[in-house]
């Protein structure tokens, strides 16, 4: 940016044509001439935007400062639409369009305004520079620059690592149950999928997964020898398992999530017909989270081994959950993760896992919710809403 | 938006803060009478640095828990203490520079406390007693004559004395910050004034060439040099603030990982953060650098997560109750889930060892780290003071003094002393 400035703008496209060519060597050569055209046509098209708007060029900058700094963040303008529209052709020939519009979102929305102002400095390091420091100033400006490198790839990895505690925390509360094991992690993806399918926007998304990772992490609460008990549980024990959700939310209360979060793990176990628990909610009252979770937390359980029954195939259990449809679970929600196992499929968990215990009487899992034993649903005439 | 600070670091009494407060007040009065009487010069000037001042100040955010920044503030300030050159007739003389930071540092803290945020006048007037300390050095090291006018001659010596100013406002600020520290949270000295050198070379070194940077700018191009500086390091401030948040995010679910072992009934309510609030305070008294206490502090919290995968519950959460077999294996347990998440390896190290007796770990080798000692310690100590048990430091002090050497590191006991001594208490 600051070449505009120093040099002019012919110089800038020349620059921008000796950086490209300053690419690793194990890069196709199809690909290296794409890049280095790319720049040099992006660089042109600033650089076109710099003259037509008629700003100053080496000592001009102290006369027309104002006009240096609109001709620079035009000229930033327009390098960035050219080469977001060069780099749409490619995709969109490449990949299709689909690509294109989340190339947009996620690339060039979020970055155009930092770009943009990065280059502000580009103006000052111009301005050092005739100042009379020279090559000075490059060295100046390059530290506020790795600084703000150095803040972005922080609050990357920083994130990575939050994941990988929450990670970490699943892993302390699975290790009482070998059963249960990788289900809060599949039930994570399984809520990704279909979060991703309802397009949520991408803060809700996260505290989607987030929730589906932390759905059961109440479970600590619950003594070992009940989550592992085989055959029926009491009524005391059943209360014991009751308890979780609201021990969840005990748990992670403090964690400055979206408050979606929190209602999601407190209400996972409510029906549509309101007979869950912890609060007895029916219908649409149950917070929107809460519902798709209880349909994939349902899911992954059904397809997964259990200590007193073997898993079931990912088919049969779809037609259970459409069954249930009406009963336990929000009937559009329950199309809309049907059409998304069928197209995208499901890993099931039950080859990672120990065989059943024939021995154990056969019972229900808290996780099964009598699914599929017949109780209930007899509006199966009703279409799909 | 005050980060929520490590443990044990509430307790603060104000202490030299009056000498500092004090200090930058008669400083910033001073100033301000005779600028009163030798006129202000160069309006827009002061009205553009003085509103960058206060909105840096008002938007300040702290780094790593408890160091509070404000990296605009600081850079701006530091500009109008070196200003020189072609578009001012004159450059404003140290008085006016002193005065017109210590208005607008004022006027940014203003609000602030309006609006029920942390305003922190000591740390607010530290940085005035620095800025003021770089526009004595830039005035008294830069010649009359001496101004931007194009050539290099002229601006490398400008160049080299800002470098000069900022090197002493840095210096200056590191000094008072780490006497803060010692005062406060009982680091030995030469530590506190190493991690204050450590954070002075990353932000310190950012604001002060954002600072030098908004100087030559505004001396060549006047104030159009300011949205050139100020924008990039919003934004930089933005990405910093989005990062201490996700760091917050992340403190919190360490330590609700923490209390997993309270909803299970393996410790009581807040054993593990009275045992983490003394970890970190031995932790302090032996000068750890700032990585790892945070590891330290971590490891502490979680070192009785491994227990979740024992049966069931011992009565009370009191671990000393159970075999050292099932303690370190516990420990084993708990390390080898803390290092499967792949973030929190040194943490997992320090818990795999937390259960370790002196004589066996530590005094015959010399990986096993010293934080391994202090969570020993710690644990023992708060197990027996803490909650339902209680009994007086005093007797608790003896019982591990008993252990010295044999069960418990000799300097971590020697420090427990020290920090109990100073009236350490739950």
Known sequence: MSVYVIAGPAAAVVVAGIGALMQPRDVPLMKRVHNTSQRILSAGGGALTYILLDAPVGDGVFAHPFQAILGVTAAGVVHQVVNAVLMCMVLSLERGVTVVISFIREVVVPTALPMLGYGLLGVLMAVVWLGGLGILAGLLVMVPLVVARWALTQDEAERAAQAAAMRAFIEVIETKDLYTRGHSERVSQGVGLLGRHLRLSADRQQALEHAGLLHDVGKVGVPTRIIRKPGRLDDSEMDAIRLHPARGVELIGNIPFLEEVKSAVLHHHEKYDGTGYPAGLSGTSIPYFARIIGIVDAFDSLTSTRSYRPARSVEETLAILEQDRLTHFDPALVNAFVHVIRTRGWVAAAEQQPAPDNSADATVDHDDMSLGSGGGASGSAAGPA | ?426
């Open chain 2, 1 to 426: 938006m005050s980060a929520a600070s490590g443990v044990g670091n509430d307790a603060r009494g104000l202490g030299s803060g009056v000498v500092i407060i004090g200090a930058g007040m008669v400083l910033g009065v001073v100033a301000l009478l005779m600028t009163l009487r030798s006129g202000v010069t160069n309006w827009p000037f002061v009205a553009m640095f003085g509103l960058l001042i206060a909105v840096g100040e008002m938007v300040q955010f702290n780094v790593d828990g408890s160091r509070n920044r404000a990296p605009i503030a600081t850079s701006a300030a530091l500009a109008y203490a070196m200003l020189g050159g072609s578009t001012l007739d004159t450059a404003p003389d140290v008085t006016q520079v002193m005065a017109v930071t210590w208005l607008a540092t004022l006027a940014g803290l203003v609000p602030r406390a309006i609006a029920g945020l942390s305003a922190d006048l000591v740390v607010a007037n530290r940085r005035f007693i620095s800025v003021a300390c770089a526009a004595v050095v830039f005035a008294a090291v830069v010649p009359e004559d001496l101004n931007w006018n194009r050539s290099w001659q002229h601006a490398v010596p400008l160049l080299l004395a800002m470098l000069l100013a900022v090197l002493s406002a840095g210096v200056i600020d590191a000094l008072v910050g780490a006497g803060q520290a010692t005062e406060r949270l009982s680091v030995p000295f030469p530590a506190a004034l190493r991690d204050e050198l450590v954070v002075m070379g990353q932000i310190g070194m950012a604001m002060a060439l954002g600072g030098v940077l908004l100087a030559a700018g505004a001396s060549l191009i006047g104030l159009w040099a300011v949205p050139l500086v100020v924008v990039p390091l919003l934004l930089t401030q933005f990405a910093f603030r989005r990062y201490a948040s996700a760091q917050r995010t992340y403190r919190t679910t360490v330590r609700s990982m923490a209390r997993s072992t309270e909803i299970a009934g393996f410790s009581s309510p807040g054993q593990n953060v009275r045992t983490a609030t003394l970890a970190v305070a031995l932790g302090n008294d032996l000068g750890l650098t700032p990585g790892r206490m945070e590891a330290l502090e971590y490891a502490a919290l979680l070192s009785g997560v491994g227990q979740l995968a024992l049966a069931d519950p011992s009565p009370g959460g009191a671990s000393l109750l159970r075999t050292r077999e099932e303690r370190q294996r516990a420990a084993e347990i708990g390390a080898s889930v803390i290092e499967r998440s792949g973030v929190l390896d040194h943490v997992a190290e320090i818990v795999r060892h937390s259960n370790d007796p002196y004589r066996q770990g530590r005094a015959n080798n010399a990986d096993i780290p010293v934080e391994s000692g202090i969570v020993n310690v710690a644990l023992a100590y708060e197990q027996l003071v803490g909650e339902g048990s209680g009994q007086s430091p005093d007797k608790a002090m003896e019982s591990i003094g008993l252990g010295i050497g044999a069960e418990y590191d000799p300097v971590v006991v020697e420090s427990l002393r020290r920090v109990i001594g100073r009236g350490f208490r739950f």
